[in-house]
Structure formats: structure tokens, C-alpha cells
């Protein structure tokens, strides 16, 4: 029993800190080189990753534009630099999302950061807490000109252009799973616990994610918790679970 609960928990652990990181961005200006940064996949599945600019509330959230498709799993390249589009407003409203085709319900995103206007100018964003009250500045932003967005993966649904007043993520996670994901999240705002999170920041990332492509459902967000994937939240809560019959036995 001991060495079947141990290999569990371990098999778990180690699948909880497989996907990609994706580290929060720095302000950019409009015009400047955008860097985006990731701490790579260890399970050889990302070879194909999607990269969305993105902006809205945790629950609605809005693709801009899709930035670029790159191999997350080489450690040889972790970052992709593109120039920071012309955006309005100049808030600390947008964040990246990450996904690829193969597990489209999985996604893993950046805390929000600024695309400051070309001569450094920025402004706050026009909401400071979240739909539930959490305190995590968020708005909803778009391009200057919109007609050069590019779309959305064809295995992306539920989410609207920018400019709508209402989106979702493809999927939903489970009523347990969505639970426990918001109380681990909770529970390491403010920290970089690589279990879930990853790259803390002051304004916290956005956390709608998904299990299922059937219906929508979000959960809530921890100030500055950093990027969370439901599937890491899926097998962290697993891996708790295997922990206690762990202790039991």
C-alpha cells in the first residue's frame, strides 16, 4: 500500500508541473519589442503552441489577436518576441494565453500586463476588482485597428472578438475541480508555488480554464497568483488525495 500511494503521489506531482510556464510580461510600449517568456513543457505534447493576446475579466475573457505558433518544449528557446501592437487603452488589462490543439481544453496563461502608449503613458484599468469582487484590476482592450487581428485556433470555441462585452472559455472544468482549484489558487496568492502557479505578479492572472468542451463555467481568480492550468489543478488535487492515503496507510 505504501509503495502504491507513493508512486501515485509522485506520478501525480510530476505531471502537475509538465505544461508550459508562461512568466509575466514586462510593460511594453506600443512599437517596442513585446517579449513573451515560458518556463517549457516537459511532456513533449506542446510542440505546437498557440499564443493569444488577450484581455477581459477571469470569467470573460476576450482574444485580441493570435501572436504566433512555437515549440514550447525546447529549452534551447524560451521566449518569442513580436512588436507590441497599438492598443486601446494603455492599461494593465491584457495577458497571453497559451494552448495547443491536441488538449484544447488545457490552457495556461500570464498574469495581466501593460501595453503602455509610445511615449511611455499609461493609464489605470477602468475596473478594479473582478465580477466577484476579487481585487484584480481588469478591463477589456482592443486594437487601435482591429481589421489586423488574426483569429482564433479553429479548436478554440466560446470565446468572442474584442470589443464584445461577454466571452468564455472553451469547456468546463468540474464543479470539484473548479472548487478546489479556486481555494489552491487562494491559497498561494502572492507566492510562486510551481504546483499551480507560476510567476507572481501584483495584478494576478487570469484563471477561467476548462476539462470538458461541452459547456462554460470559470472559476474565480487569486490576487497575483500567477498562471493556472485546470489539468495541473486536476492532478495537484489527485495528488493531495493520494497523499492522504498516504498518511493512512
Not at 503602455?116 to 484590476?137: I, K
Not at 466571452?167 to 464543479?175: C, L
Amino acid at each position: 500500500m505504501f509503495a502504491l500511494t507513493s508512486a501515485i503521489v509522485l506520478a501525480l506531482a510530476s505531471k502537475a508541473l509538465a505544461d508550459p510556464a508562461p512568466l509575466t510580461p514586462p510593460t511594453t510600449n506600443v512599437g517596442a519589442d513585446c517579449v513573451i517568456s515560458w518556463t517549457p513543457d516537459s511532456t513533449g505534447k506542446w510542440t505546437e503552441t498557440n499564443i493569444q493576446l488577450m484581455t477581459g475579466d477571469n470569467w470573460n475573457m476576450v482574444p485580441i489577436t493570435t501572436v504566433a505558433t512555437v515549440d514550447t518544449t525546447s529549452a534551447a528557446a524560451t521566449s518569442y518576441t513580436w512588436p507590441c501592437p497599438d492598443v486601446s487603452p494603455n492599461a494593465p488589462i491584457y495577458f497571453y494565453q497559451f494552448s495547443h490543439a491536441a488538449e484544447p481544453a488545457n490552457l495556461v496563461w500570464t498574469t495581466r500586463f501593460t501595453i503602455a502608449a509610445a511615449d511611455g503613458s499609461t493609464e489605470p484599468a477602468p475596473n478594479q476588482t473582478q465580477p466577484d469582487g476579487t481585487n484584480v484590476p481588469w478591463g477589456i482592450g482592443q486594437l487601435a485597428d482591429p481589421s489586423t487581428a488574426k483569429p482564433a485556433p479553429a479548436y478554440i470555441t466560446g470565446q468572442s472578438s474584442s470589443g464584445a462585452t461577454t466571452a468564455s472559455v472553451s469547456g468546463s472544468a468540474s464543479a470539484s475541480a473548479s472548487s478546489a482549484r479556486s481555494s489552491a489558487a487562494a491559497s498561494t496568492a502572492g507566492s510562486s508555488s510551481r504546483i499551480v502557479t507560476s510567476a507572481a505578479a501584483a495584478t494576478g492572472a487570469p484563471k477561467s480554464a476548462s476539462a470538458s468542451a461541452s459547456t462554460a463555467s470559470a472559476t474565480a481568480s487569486a490576487n497575483g497568483s500567477g498562471r493556472v492550468s485546470a489539468k495541473g489543478v486536476a492532478y495537484a488535487v489527485g495528488a493531495v488525495a493520494a497523499a492522504g492515503l498516504l498518511a493512512l496507510a
